[in-house]
């Protein structure tokens, strides 16, 4: 479920990145995303509803997915282990609870359309729905 | 599949990125910024606020009905009387959870998150609003039960603390790793059940320990008594510990 409270954290910040570049509207969105987050798939299937609306509706998502490595004190090494979640050195076993890759969930890059200026926020976010109701 | 699922981004947006749009010159924008840098930017204000006001904020992530409530109710009876504590609990719906422990004298807020399925620093910091706590106290947040999504989203507290109950299953920590990764501390709960269920608390801590090879484990049954007085013993020494971390960080 909380695929759909990221996928709107993404859009709202996009909106904001484009918004404050005086774009219209977003062609592409560049985000990466590593093994630990589990949650690409699901991202996929959510943004479009999340984008329904605002400067982000129509935009090409594009994934770059981030491999887990961790460090091995023990070899003084960077290594991946054997699957997700087994924290241990694949070669000597040691624990490696320092991970260097694969929990990120970052917005790399935007591909901005600068088209007729239109507003940049989510309908739903509207801070005065009766206001908008009547509009 | 993918064309069903619109997990292939050509297929599941239905355009090219050309059409309809205007492309101009040099319109790629570098950001690279974390897509929940808003909530974390809370969860740091949150712990500043936490800090500076001398609070020790508990996080409590476990499934739907591990006991989460009933050990906070037995929480509150042991240290009410020597330590100043607060409750803010997530519930999708009710009050039934802040009405357990104010029926204790303990002060709760009750955040409601509607089809949510965790809290988030922003609601957080709101129900800190409606909380008046002194200097030394300990705040316990009660997550939406749930064991996957919550592991996401930093709240600003201290410590984040899973409870599992051995009626689970002793594979749990295998199964939903998240939570078990970013915890301190795991709590097994209900284990005045243990003659009564298949449940391997060795297996189990091995499991944990796979998943997070610092995490602390501790036993208890809310309902016996059983190990409550490691589980208060750990929540005052933390609050000491994490006390003198913060000490330590405004004068690093």
Redesign the interface.
């Known amino acids: ?2 695929e759909l ?2 996928a709107n ?2 859009v ?2 996009v909106c904001l ?1 484009a918004k404050n ?1 005086g ?1 219209a ?1 977003v ?2 969105i560049n ?1 990466r995303m590593g093994a ?3 949650i ?2 699901a991202l ?2 959510c ?2 509803s999340a984008a329904r609306g605002t400067a982000c509706e ?5 994934i770059e997915s981030v491999p887990l490595t961790v460090l091995c004190t023990h070899c003084d090494a960077v290594k991946t282990p054997a699957a ?5 050195c694949p070669d000597c076993g040691w ?1 490696t ?1 320092k991970v260097l890759t694969g929990r ?12 007729t200026r239109e507003r940049c926020s989510r309908p739903q976010a509207s801070p005065d729905p009766i206001q908008g109701a009547v509009r | 599949m993918c064309g069903a699922c619109g997990c292939q981004p050509s297929i599941g947006t239905g355009q090219s990125p050309q059409e309809g749009f205007r492309r101009v010159p040099n319109d790629m924008v570098l950001i690279e910024r974390d897509i929940l840098s808003k909530n974390d930017r809370f969860a740091r204000e949150n712990r500043a606020r936490l800090s500076a006001a001398g609070i020790f904020a508990v996080n409590l992530i476990s499934s739907p009905g591990s006991g989460k409530t009933t050990l906070l109710v037995e929480t509150m009876k042991a240290l009410k009387a020597s330590v100043s504590l607060g409750v803010i609990e997530g519930d999708q719906q009710t009050s039934l959870d802040a009405d357990r422990i104010r029926a204790t004298g303990v002060s709760a807020v009750q955040i409601n998150t509607g089809t949510g399925c965790h809290l988030d620093a922003h609601m957080v910091g709101h129900a800190l609003d409606d909380l008046s706590l002194d200097n030394g106290s300990i705040l316990f947040i009660e997550n939406v039960g749930n064991l996957v999504c919550p592991a996401s989203f930093d709240l600003g507290e201290a410590r984040k603390v899973a409870l599992l109950s051995v009626t689970e299953g002793d594979d749990k920590p295998l199964k939903y790793p998240d939570v078990f990764a970013a915890a301190s501390l795991m709590v097994l709960t209900k284990v005045d059940l243990l003659p009564h269920v298949r449940f391997d608390t060795g297996d189990c801590i091995a499991n944990a320990r796979a998943i997070n090879p610092n995490i602390e484990v501790l036993e208890v049954s809310a309902q016996s008594g059983a190990g409550m007085a490691e589980w208060t013993h750990w929540l005052t020494t933390s609050a000491r510990r994490s006390a003198a971390e913060a000490e330590l960080a405004t004068h690093a």
């Not at chain 1, 129509?58 to 594009?62: D, E, F």
């Not at chain 1, 990120?104 to 088209?115: N, T």
């Open positions: 479920m909380h409270s990221i954290a993404l709202d910040q990145e570049a774009a509207r062609a592409e985000v630990l987050s589990g690409s798939r996929y299937f943004f479009p129509g935009a090409i998502l594009s997700l979640y087994n924290f241990r624990p609870p990120e969930m970052q917005l790399v890059s935007l591909r901005l359309v600068d088209e």
